[in-house]
């Protein structure tokens, strides 16, 4: 059962990835690459970890340009899931 992230949880995940943006009960980053091949290769290996981690992402892609969009459905607001996510992401070198 994924655990709701609080107040203090939820700042401490906006202070230490930047990059990505809070939004309600959402938190989200758009990656820029070189082309779409490269946009379809971060999505591959951003699959591969969600779906070990049974936890998915809202993904969109624009041609060189990937969005996620993070929540947890089951409790309704950001959990220990998602930061667990974006914190496996920044873990990756950058686009």
Do not use: C, Y
Request: net charge negative; proline share 4%; charged share 25%.
């Amino acid at each position: 059962m994924a655990t709701p992230l609080t107040q203090a949880d939820r700042k401490a995940l906006a202070a230490s990835h930047p990059a990505w943006a809070l939004d309600g009960e959402t938190i989200r980053r758009t990656f820029t690459f070189a082309d779409f091949a490269a946009s379809v290769g971060f999505v591959a290996r951003v699959a591969l970890v969600a779906e070990k981690a049974d936890h998915h992402p809202d993904i969109d892609i624009r041609w060189n340009r990937v969005t996620l969009t993070l929540t947890t459905h089951s409790v309704d607001a950001l959990s220990d899931r998602d930061r667990s996510l974006v914190e496996t992401i920044d873990g990756w070198t950058a686009p």
